[in-house]
């Protein structure tokens, strides 16, 4: 995957990470499977699309899995556990679940929800 630089889409960071080019620079429509519009650069709700939450392996794996299933519950998202990670050292495991967001504040909500989870690092 290649990195590259953030979109300003509906007031939140989207980063393409794909080695083609996104529709400010060039790359694929969907990125992280949201659809961007070509013109304008917004989200089209609702969407459905798979949702990676990297935590530190510190946390015990099924309090991990309440706490996030927890937050996802609570911003009323509906959700499905997709599959579980180890990083390659074993300091993170990467949680992947498959979500429904239903508009601009339906996201921003949820997004505000996981960040309390203990040892979140990072949400994709």
């Given at each position: 995957m290649i990195w590259k630089k953030p979109?300003?889409?509906?007031?939140?960071?989207?980063?393409?990470i794909f080695a083609d080019?996104?529709?400010?620079?060039?790359?694929?429509?969907?990125i992280f499977g949201i659809?961007?519009?070509?013109?304008?650069?917004?989200?089209?709700?609702?969407?459905?699309?798979?949702?990676?939450?990297?935590?530190?392996a510190e946390i015990p794996h099924e309090e991990t899995k309440r706490n996030i299933s927890q937050a996802l519950s609570e911003s009323k998202t509906v959700?499905?556990?997709?599959?579980?990670?180890?990083s390659g050292k074993g300091n993170y495991l990467s949680y992947c679940y498959n979500i429904d967001i239903e508009s601009k504040e339906h996201l921003i909500k949820t997004y505000a929800l996981l960040r309390k989870i203990p040892g979140l690092k990072f949400a994709l």
């Amino acid at each position: 995957m290649i990195w590259k630089k953030p979109h300003k889409v509906t007031d939140l960071a989207i980063f393409c990470i794909f080695a083609d080019e996104c529709p400010k620079h060039g790359h694929p429509e969907s990125i992280f499977g949201i659809r961007l519009t070509m013109a304008e650069q917004k989200l089209i709700f609702p969407q459905n699309f798979d949702i990676k939450l990297i935590v530190t392996a510190e946390i015990p794996h099924e309090e991990t899995k309440r706490n996030i299933s927890q937050a996802l519950s609570e911003s009323k998202t509906v959700h499905s556990f997709v599959n579980i990670r180890s990083s390659g050292k074993g300091n993170y495991l990467s949680y992947c679940y498959n979500i429904d967001i239903e508009s601009k504040e339906h996201l921003i909500k949820t997004y505000a929800l996981l960040r309390k989870i203990p040892g979140l690092k990072f949400a994709l």
